[in-house]
């Protein structure tokens, strides 16, 4: 069958026509673009209380890149736990097939503060929080194996080239809030635009200014929702050896306002990014939803798995 661009595609460029179609792809990529933006939680309420984090054993790997990766560095761990997605989006383990949900065991320590370290060069942890259990070591156990087939460690290219490290996390008093997740690139947006701004100015208001916040995340597609904790206490525990972000911000400190923002403009033709989402990969999503657009033989990086 033919669509509607094939029908008009003999059409003069600014036939009535042509001009419909433009208002009709524009209207319904709009809508497409809205109901996403809603369903990531761009109007929910961050409201932010006290609370603990847990702490506990972390397996993690530790990476360089914008915050946006941490979706597709997450989704490494999984696999290398043996962590599979069934119908309807549930998560089991693959070996047992028992349901499993990741809220409270895969966490991103976000680790920069965005205004002082560039888009593309902040850092994070992500991995498993392990119980203290039979199962926790089973897990410990499972992805340290996995180092032995990773050669050299990348901390800023793909996260399978990222080897685990293990730290250990103090449970600590931690200002806590929930929020809307998909999974999804606006889910991205929102956590650097919208979350870790409200927990900035939370330290700031009560009296946690002069240091950079450290933000963790633990998410659960199953629920929908993520939950953030900002410790309180004993920060530089969350770096595990680590440099700060005072000390590693001092080697950004002549780039520029927009480069700060996370808003980078390629120069390789990959179009702009914002807070690690390459805008053109968005709207190439929803012109192929649509039906408008060719398959891409582009690699997929770990911010392009959103």
Not at 157 to 172: N, Q, R
Request: with cysteine.
């Amino acid at each position: 069958m033919m669509n509607y661009h094939e029908l008009t595609m003999n059409e003069p460029r600014d036939s009535p026509q042509r001009r419909k179609q433009f208002l009709v792809i524009t209207s319904i990529m709009a809508i497409m673009a809205g109901h996403a933006l809603l369903t990531a939680g761009v109007l929910a309420t961050l409201t932010i209380d006290e609370g603990t984090f847990p702490g506990g054993e972390f397996v993690y790997k530790f990476m360089m890149k914008d915050y946006a990766a941490s979706t597709g560095t997450l989704r490494t761990v999984a696999s290398d736990l043996g962590i599979a997605e069934e119908g309807g989006g549930n998560l089991i383990i693959a070996d047992e097939g028992v349901p499993l949900d990741t809220a409270d065991l895969l966490f991103s320590i976000l680790l920069d503060d965005g205004s002082l370290v560039p888009g593309g060069k902040t850092r994070f942890a992500s991995g498993v929080l392990l119980a203290k259990s039979s199962e926790g070591g089973k897990m410990k156990k499972r992805l340290l194996e996995v180092n032995k087939d990773i050669k050299e460690d990348n901390v800023g290219t793909h996260s399978t080239d990222a080897k685990y490290e293990i730290g250990s996390l103090p449970k600590v008093n931690a200002a806590v809030a929930s929020h809307p997740f998909t999974a999804g690139a606006w889910s991205a947006i929102l956590q650097s635009f919208k979350i870790i701004p409200k927990f900035k100015k939370y330290a700031e208001d009560h009296g946690e200014s002069g240091k950079s916040p450290i933000v963790i995340a633990t998410c659960s597609a199953k629920q929908k929702m993520c939950t953030y904790y900002m410790p309180l206490s004993k920060r530089d525990k969350f770096y595990m050896g680590k440099t700060t972000t005072e000390e590693y911000a001092k080697d950004f400190e002549n780039v520029g306002m927009l480069g700060r923002m996370g808003i980078e403009f390629g120069g390789d033709g990959s179009g702009p990014t914002i807070g690690g989402i390459n805008l053109d990969n968005v709207f190439r999503g929803m012109k192929k939803a649509l039906g408008l657009g060719g398959s891409s033989t582009k690699n997929v990086s770990d911010s392009d798995e959103l």
